[in-house]
């Protein structure tokens, strides 16, 4: 049993930065690939970065490639999405989540989810 619980967003100037957090419960969080999605208004939820277990292998999405970086701490039980020059199109609750195996883009291959974080761009 994995618990997440995610910090980091809030209010940013459009080309600003934050950096989110997810603190994961459980003495098997280095077995575990970890993702983050998004969630706009009236949209689905969006596939946005993943780390695999070891944190060797990384995928983004195409719109956040080159401005966004995902990384994590096993020692810390943490993984961490950079947000950099950020945009009004990534306002969104953001969730981490987490699977065993490989790094996965579908969000129903995850098995266990944080209760999100808001993160809003202004223009």
């Known amino acids: 049993q994995v618990q997440l619980a995610e910090s980091g967003g809030g209010l940013v100037q459009a080309g600003g930065s934050l950096r989110l957090s997810c603190a994961a419960s459980g003495r098997t969080f280095s077995s575990y690939a970890m993702g983050w999605f998004r969630q706009a208004p009236g949209k689905e939820r969006e596939f946005v970065a993943a780390?695999?277990?070891?944190?060797?292998?990384?995928y983004y999405t195409d719109s956040v490639k080159g401005r966004f970086t995902i990384s994590r701490n096993n020692a810390k039980n943490t993984v961490y999405l950079q947000m950099n020059s950020l945009k009004p199109e990534d306002t969104a609750v953001y969730y981490c989540?987490?699977?065993?195996?490989?790094?996965?883009?579908?969000?129903?291959?995850?098995?266990?989810w944080g209760q999100g974080t808001q993160v809003t761009v202004s223009s």
């Open positions: 780390i695999r277990w070891s944190g060797g292998n990384t």
């Open positions: 989540a987490a699977r065993r195996g490989l790094i996965e883009e579908l969000s129903k291959e995850y098995d266990y």
